[in-house]
């Protein structure tokens, strides 16, 4: 329906089925803001990440500080 038909046809309605087209509008417009809004993701906690505790076994990492300024001395320092 063109634009100018339908705002006819509004206009030509009484005032009582006025207030209901634009309750009708208002529904809508709630309705598909719902369907259109964007779903946040789910965070999970840090523990259930896989790669938390994958070093565990290891026994050259025991202490990750010692660890990690032994790789900066070796590896970045020459």
Do not use: C
Not at 15 to 27: D, L, T, Y
Not at 38 to 63: H, N, Q, V, Y
């Amino acid at each position: 329906m063109e634009h100018e038909k339908l705002f006819r046809e509004l206009t030509s309605l009484p005032p009582e089925g006025r207030r209901q087209v634009a309750k009708f509008i208002s529904s809508l417009r709630k309705r598909y803001a719902r369907a259109s809004a964007p779903k946040k993701a789910k965070r999970l906690p840090l523990r259930s990440e896989k790669f938390i505790g994958m070093w565990k076994d290891r026994e050259d990492l025991t202490d990750s500080t010692a660890w990690v300024r032994s790789v900066r001395k070796n590896e970045w320092m020459n």
